[in-house]
């Protein structure tokens, strides 16, 4: 008994030590938009939770059907309100892709 309490307050103090450096590891910020009818892949993965096979997805989808609304994003496998609701801020479908990371110094200065 005394070693699972043990073993729990060590768990305990690592996700504490995990949760207040979060900070350090979340994703960049991002300041811009992106217009998902016709981003690149490598504009495409810099949104959040968008790596090299889901930009491929998105492209494949808009290459038959370009998207008609930003919410139609959900239909690709892989994207549901969850993500959605990460990507929503940045998605457009008109206008230029402006999409990029804030420097981490500039960033601190807001």
Known sequence: ?????T???????????LL???PALAAPALEGQIN????????????????PAMAQKILEYRKNKPFQETNHIVRIK????????KLKPFLVLKGDTTLHEVPKDEFAKQ
Not at 36 to 51: D, H, K, Y
């Open 1 to 5: 008994m005394f070693k699972r309490i």
């Open 7 to 17: 073993t729990f307050l060590s768990l305990s103090t690592l996700a504490a030590t």
């Open 20 to 22: 207040t450096a979060a």
């Open 36 to 51: 998902i009818n016709t981003a690149t892949a490598e504009q495409l993965e810099l949104l959040p939770g968008v790596g």
């Open 78 to 85: 892989g994207i549901g309100p969850k993500t959605f609701a």
